[in-house]
């Protein structure tokens, strides 16, 4: 008899399943540049269970029985919601006073945040844990308001952190402008391997003794055809592989990349190709624009705006790579003729430059565990 | 600039999907009552005692034999007021074991019920079979398989069960509902309702709660046969027991008001479910009988039913709400063929004879007769005895012809 005790809870258990509107609390976020403004309706039933308002205990919750919880409320509201402007923590207090709203199943209240951001941001990151450690069939039902549209979105116990990004055309191409440009200035391989290409345009090793170029024109024209050749090749791979048409194996690609900084390096101490360095530049910009798609991909390409997306990332590449060769460049350039500046510079900047691909070949390629400083 | 983004902030809150809800206001009365913790006192108080259980668990999480205590307590609760917060409080308890693939069995049984009321039916299922696979004498597993097999319109399927149930003696009337239910949907529908009928008789030991049951389960079969008179009878005595007891069983109330509203008795409807809109199912009942009485309170009825099937949309549970929704969109908007696209989606996971009706009422409506050979083929293969629905089915055929 006592085995069967939960026989008619089940059986009755079907047919009126969720006759009940589950628990919901309703987020509405408005974004203006850094700053934030935030409604947070929550069901006063759940915040009973959840935190005790009914302070007599009489089963009616009164107006001053949730005033004199206020700061409860608000302690526990905010702790359990995260927003994050382009991965930096906005800062979020709410706002005192609440309100009251009727919804369809009752009464809730309603907390006002103010939140404000480090910068005004194109993604925004929540994060929401509201009720999920008591009643995991609660969901926070979002309404963002950022960019010019309106997105919505629910949390769940496996759905707490959610990004979305600016649906504006201008906000997803700063982003992916400064990914693009940021993933350049982080990656040292992809940095050292420019400053070694670029040097003979401006210095050329021959015969025992270095070459200077003869004058600034011809060194601007020798690095204007190296970058359109390493730029056009490298962006046809990033978009190839950043669309799915392909997608080399990771290691095979980094391997080719050290590789390609150990050729650059050592080709300006022992010379092996001298003509048409276009031509090798353009291999190795293949090379690097499929490594450096690994990083976009990481990324992801939103939903609305791919292509915006994709060019704004290669655009972000690109200058970021100009940028480093309009200073190397002028540098090498003006210091072409100071024995002092290729002893102390040159020749120990390209062995550091073919000693690092060297060991970043033998630790992707064969997984030697080599510690490098960068 | 500020103003400019000012202002297309507030048209950006114009043009947003609104949540449903008042604008804000900030009460002046300290005294005002703005929510019921529970609408019952005896749902008050089980609530905190509840809570209570849940402090001491949030102290001890990975007690196993508490979170399943309290998970039992919080699923009971959920039960007897149709709300789901309550399934939800035990799936929170219950989450590090339920995440497991091989649950202990308790917890399985318990990971079952949960699935059962997310409409999950394959997973239960499956978690169902896994438990009476390894423990073909668990009677409860017996029981709520053969619950699920009814719900998806396989009572052939569910006998086996009912038949376990029966020859472990262990609860005769819990037997015999199970029993009767299959046998009233396969052709032996009077054999069914006599032999509930004396089960009844024979159990005076049994609780209120299971008298309830078998009362309103014997209703509904007297119902499908066309004896108005016999199932009111019933229905009247589970009423009573339930008024007695103290308990508060909204299946009940929303078979009765089912049984008043097919009567034409929207009058008797409109009272008994005016204290309990705060359910789903109850406010649909409750409009409807606002609907054929024409009162005035329909709109506001109708809004908040909106505000409820649309929230459940929003959260991505639409699918549990199909019978409803079918329903409220052919009699309350009108809508006969958004009901119909209702209708034969919930026919894909429900297959009651009140999903069987809603079907064809819809079909009829719609005037698409071909959608309902799914319904026809399935009440030929079950041989089901159901007056109303062999009059709509039909309706169906003369209509095509």
């Known amino acids: 008899m006592k085995r069967l005790l939960l026989i008619a809870l089940l059986l009755g258990s079907i047919g009126r399943a969720q006759a009940h509107k589950a628990s919901d609390s309703f987020l509405r976020v408005t974004v203006d540049a850094e700053r934030i403004a935030i409604r947070w309706d929550i069901a006063l039933r759940d915040l009973d269970f959840a935190i005790g308002l009914d302070g007599d205990a009489d089963g009616a919750i009164t107006w001053g029985e949730v005033r004199t919880e206020e700061a409860a409320i608000a302690a526990y509201a905010e702790g359990r919601l995260k927003i994050a402007g382009d991965t930096r923590r906005c800062a979020l207090a709410a706002d005192p006073g609440l309100a009251i709203a009727e919804h369809s199943d009752g009464r809730y209240v309603v907390l006002s945040l103010d939140g404000l951001c480090p910068t005004a941001a194109t993604r925004f990151s929540i994060d929401y844990a509201l009720l999920f450690d008591i009643d995991a069939q609660h969901r926070g039902l979002l309404n963002l308001a950022f960019g010019g549209s309106v997105q919505t979105g629910v949390f769940a116990p496996d759905r707490r952190q959610q990004t979305f990004e600016s649906g504006r055309p201008s906000g997803i191409f700063r982003t992916y402008f400064l990914e693009g440009a940021w ?111 690994g990083a976009l991909l990481e990324l992801g390409l939103p939903v609305q705006g791919r292509v915006t997306a994709l060019l704004a990332f290669n655009i972000g590449v690109e200058l970021a790579q100009l940028a480093l060769v309009a200073v190397v460049v002028p540098l090498c350039f003006a210091g072409r003729h100071s024995a002092g500046f290729r002893n102390a510079v040159l020749v120990p900047g390209t062995l550091i430059v073919a000693l690092a691909g060297l060991a970043w070949l033998l630790q992707r390629a064969l997984g030697l565990p080599i510690a490098l400083p960068f | 600039m500020p103003r400019t983004s000012a202002v297309v902030a507030a048209l950006l809150l114009l043009a947003a ?148 149930l029966l020859n472990a003696r262990s609860n005769l009337l819990a037997a015999a509902v199970c029993v009767t239910s299959v046998r009233s949907l396969d052709g032996h529908a009077a054999a069914a309702t006599q032999a509930l009928s004396a089960a009844l008789d024979e159990s005076p030991a049994s609780t209120p709660g299971e008298r309830i049951w078998a009362l309103t389960a014997l209703a509904e079969m007297l119902t499908r046969q066309g004896q108005p008179a016999a199932a009111e009878t019933r229905f009247r005595a589970a009423l009573a027991l339930l008024a007695a007891s103290g308990e508060h069983d909204p299946y009940l109330l929303t078979a009765w008001a089912d049984f008043l509203l097919a009567g034409h008795r929207a009058a008797e409807a409109l009272a008994i479910t005016r204290d309990q809109t705060r359910i789903d199912n109850l406010l649909l009942r409750h409009a409807l009988a606002q609907s054929a009485l024409g009162d005035p309170g329909l709109a506001d009825s109708l809004a908040q039913l909106d505000a409820r099937f649309t929230e459940a949309g929003l959260r991505g549970d639409s699918a549990v709400h199909l019978r409803e929704e079918a329903l409220f969109t052919l009699k309350l908007k009108r809508d006969p063929a958004r009901a119909l696209d209702f209708a034969m989606r919930n026919w894909q996971s429900q297959r009651e004879p009140a999903d069987a009706r809603l079907l064809l009422e819809t079909a009829l409506a719609a005037q698409q007769a071909a959608a309902v050979q799914p319904v026809l083929d399935w009440m030929t293969r079950t041989g089901i005895e159901d007056a109303e629905l062999h009059a709509l089915a039909a309706k169906l055929k003369a209509g095509s012809r």
């Open chain 1, 183 to 293: 993933h350049v200035w982080k990656g040292a391989d992809h940095m050292l391997f420019l400053a070694g290409l670029f040097l003979p345009a401006v210095l050329r090793r021959k015969k025992g003794g270095w070459e200077p170029a003869t004058s600034l024109g011809t060194a601007l024209r020798d690095t204007a055809a190296l970058v359109t050749a390493f730029t056009l090749a490298h962006a046809l791979t990033l978009a190839l592989a950043a669309s799915g048409a392909f997608s080399p194996p990771s290691r095979v690609v980094e391997s080719l990349v050290a590789a390609s900084v150990l050729f650059a390096g050592l080709n300006n101490l022992l010379p092996m190709v001298q003509r048409r360095l276009w031509l090798l530049a353009g291999f190795f910009g293949l090379i690097h624009g499929a490594a450096i798609a």
């Open chain 2, 17 to 164: 999907p609104a949540f449903a809800a008042s604008e804000p206001y900030v009460p002046t009365d300290d005294g005002a009552v703005l929510e019921r913790v529970a609408p019952r006192a005896a749902e008050a108080a089980a609530l905190r005692a509840l809570n209570a259980q849940r402090r001491v668990l949030a102290r001890h999480p990975d007690d196993l034999s508490q979170a399943i205590a309290y998970a039992r307590k919080a699923i009971e609760l959920g039960r007897a007021e149709a709300d789901p917060r309550y399934h939800g409080y035990a799936e929170s308890a219950l989450a590090p074991w339920l995440a497991l693939g091989d649950p202990p069995p308790t917890v399985r049984l318990l990971r079952a019920t949960l699935r059962q009321q997310r409409h999950d039916f394959t997973g239960a299922l499956a978690d169902l079979d896994a438990l009476i696979g390894s423990h073909p004498d668990d009677l409860q597993a017996r029981l709520t398989r053969a619950t699920v097999l009814m719900v998806q319109g396989r009572p052939a399927e569910a006998l086996a069960d009912c038949n376990a």
